[in-house]
């Protein structure tokens, strides 16, 4: 079984008591345009052999990384999505951090659900992304990685979104419907625009979904759908860590690498990993 960090790990920080459960997720079924992301979380877990301990200033992996089994994807996309739940709330009620590898966007929905179902109390997700994912439905597909914001807003998760830059007016009027907290890329980035506060109402729990279609394409072209004018590397990681400071993570997910072949993209995802890691 391929480990995330496997060669800087020690036996200690390897076992199933650790802080870290990462979950790869290999799901590629409503992907619309560019494909690949069943390939993502096997190339990121490869990939973060090469990173260092360090991170940040500190060592996340001292606190423990547990990689489980890939999840099985095949079937019903409710289905899967029940599994993958099964799996976060596990994590949750086990005292641990689930860490999701995608795998296509949707798969958010059953993360998230699972670490609801777990905490039994108000969820907010922070989203770093280039889309607002809040379609009804996409191509007659509810559990869409279009929709999956949507699920989430209708079980009553706080969204957060950073980094949107390509959305229709169904998801306009959503984002006004069910109260979505967000700052666009074109601000963001326009403005240099690092740390931004989130509501006093948003909830102290927070999970992270980082697209990584959030980030500009000149350093993430890896991707089903590459945006022009999306976040850089820093930025987006410094909105994220702003967003956390004061709250509580209780897991995070990292979707949409769509590995191309060069490594310096995977690379770039598992450090993505291990700096959210180092910011739980």
Known sequence: MSIFLDSELTEDERGEDARFRVIPVPLERTVSY????????AAIIEASNELERLCNGGEPCAKGIFTEDPLDCTGPLPDVMERLAARTAAAVKADRIPVTLGGEHSLSYGAVMGVARATDMPIGLVQIDAHADLRIA????????????????????????????ALC???????????????????????????????????EHVYVSFDVDGLDPS????????????????QA??????????????????????????????????QIVYRLMAAC
Request: with cysteine; glycine share 10%; aromatic share 10%.
């Open 138 to 165: 996409y191509q007659g597909e509810k559990h869409s990685h279009a929709s999956v914001m949507h699920l989430l807003a209708e079980q009553g998760v706080h969204l957060a979104q950073f980094g949107v830059r």
């Open 169 to 203: 007016q169904e998801e306009v009027d959503s984002r006004a419907r069910n109260k979505v907290f967000y700052r666009d890329a074109e601000d963001l980035v326009t403005n240099a625009l690092y740390q931004i506060d989130l509501p006093d109402s948003f909830p």
């Open 34 to 41: 560019g494909a690949g992301t069943a390939q993502g979380p």
């Open 219 to 234: 350093i993430m072209p890896a991707t089903g759908t590459p945006v022009p004018g999306g976040l850089g590397y820093y």
């Open 237 to 270: 990681l410094h909105l994220v860590e702003h967003a956390l400071k004061d709250r509580t993570c209780v897991g995070f997910d990292v979707v949409e690498l769509a590995p191309d072949g060069n490594t310096a993209w995977d690379f770039t995802t598992a």
